[in-house]
């Protein structure tokens, strides 16, 4: 009757630590998703200023050639303000947008820290018992190898015979 219940109880327990483990797992799939979603959206946004860019410095070179083509009427000063205006002007959104991309980037970095964390200390907190007597492991194991049999250790220590045979096969001598 023993026997059988501390093999239930075992079992029990694998069963218990098994069905964790899928929960971790599930959860920590589900999260990975989120945050590729939220990386696609990054991406997204990154390749919109990219084009926008892009359009932003044909149109310099279009204001360019058409300041070359037009009568010298500013002098080469006036012109670069004029540049250096423009190009402040089209460039102040996107520096903002980079920045609000970045505090975005920063505080996803910060969550996935954070949960990493949460996971790392539940997964401590997880803890497989290392023998079922710790003090008598020692014994068992200096008796087996004596010679004494697995019963005499028994009872001589007064636990049961398959309590000497999980201390045995965890210290992988039988």
Aim: charged share 25%; glycine share 2%.
């Amino acid at each position: 009757m023993n026997i059988e219940n501390f093999q239930f109880s075992i079992e029990y327990v694998v069963v218990i630590m098994a069905g964790v483990i899928l929960y971790l797992l599930y959860y920590v799939y589900s999260k990975d998703s989120d945050y590729s979603r939220h990386i696609h959206s990054v991406a997204s946004v990154v390749e919109d200023l990219n084009r926008e860019l892009f359009y932003l410095k044909k149109q310099i070179k279009e204001t360019e050639s058409a300041v070359n083509k037009a009568p010298s009427r500013m002098s080469d000063d006036e012109i670069y303000q004029e540049i250096e205006r423009s190009v402040y002007d089209m460039v102040q959104p996107l520096s903002i947008a980079l920045k609000q991309i970045q505090h975005n980037v920063d505080s996803i970095e910060l969550e996935i820290e954070s949960r990493i964390a949460q996971l790392e200390s539940g997964v401590k907190q997880i803890s497989i018992p290392s023998s079922v007597h710790g003090n008598d492991d020692e014994k068992i194991i200096s008796l087996f190898k004596q010679g004494v049999s697995i019963e005499t250790i028994a009872k001589e220590l007064h636990i049961s015979k398959p309590e000497v045979e999980f201390v045995l096969k965890i210290n992988k001598i039988k």
